[in-house]
């Protein structure tokens, strides 16, 4: 009964460094998201996905890229990691566009 | 793209008292509208929702009301309990793309 899945949970990155956040679902949901959480500005989407090998961009996807190979994983890529990167990164997935969206536990991110 | 926003930032109540959150929306074309709960350290988790064809959704101490014409929703939680407080986000969906709101704290005094 995993649900949603985060690896790593934490990391520390320095600027300038690469690296990949895996999200996987064992529901078998189309929908597919990454968001990312900061002091007093809520969840805000970087990209999603509609199905496999869709991805489509969020309200802050600059700095980001995403691929969505499989069905049951969404990764998260940053090339060049940043100070303002520095955030909790939560996946997301629902079955379909107006169902329930399940999130991961999150994955903390800090860019020194 | 869709901009939800939310308030109160923040909301104090006494146990027992009601709570209400509110939220407004800017694209006509959002047709589902959950509410979501967030415990530190943890991901949110869906207590509410509430999809454009219905006025109004009750479960148990919870309700939330759409008026689609002023486009906002609110969140009402009666009874309140000190296990009520986290943080609320409430969301808008259009097609798949989910925007959410800056969220509230909410703090339930014994």
């Known amino acids: 009964n995993a649900g949603v899945t985060q690896t790593p949970k934490f990391r520390v990155l320095k600027t300038g460094q690469s690296m990949t956040l895996l999200c996987a679902q064992d529901?078998?949901?189309?929908?597919m998201y990454w968001y990312r959480q900061d002091p007093g500005m809520g969840l805000r989407l970087i990209h999603y996905?509609?199905?496999?090998?869709?991805?489509a961009k969020g309200e802050v996807p600059d700095g980001y890229n995403v691929s969505r190979l499989k069905k049951q994983n969404f990764l998260l890529g940053l090339e060049s990691a940043a100070p303002s990167q520095t955030s909790v990164y939560f996946c997301?997935?629902?079955?379909?566009?107006?169902?329930?969206?399940?999130f991961g536990e999150g994955s903390w991110l800090t860019v020194v | 793209g869709e901009n939800v926003e939310q308030h109160p930032s923040t909301l104090s109540v006494q146990e027992g008292d009601s709570a209400v959150i509110k939220c407004t929306y800017s694209?006509?074309?959002?047709?589902?509208f959950p509410w979501y709960k967030q415990e530190l350290g943890k991901g949110p988790q869906l207590i509410i929702d509430?999809?454009?064809?219905?006025g109004e959704k009750k479960d148990q101490r919870i309700a939330v009301t759409l008026n689609k014409t002023a486009k906002h929703f609110s969140l009402h939680i009666t009874e309140t309990q000190p296990e009520d407080s986290a943080v609320y986000f409430c969301?808008?969906?259009?097609?798949?793309?989910?925007?959410f709101g800056a969220g509230t704290r909410l703090t339930v005094k014994p």
């Open positions: 509430i999809r454009s064809n219905v």
């Open positions: 996905s509609v199905g496999e090998g869709t991805t």
């Open positions: 969301a808008a969906s259009k097609a798949g793309d989910m925007r």
């Open positions: 997301a997935s629902t079955r379909q566009s107006g169902n329930t969206i399940y």
């Open positions: 694209d006509s074309a959002s047709n589902y």
């Open positions: 529901m078998n949901h189309e929908y």
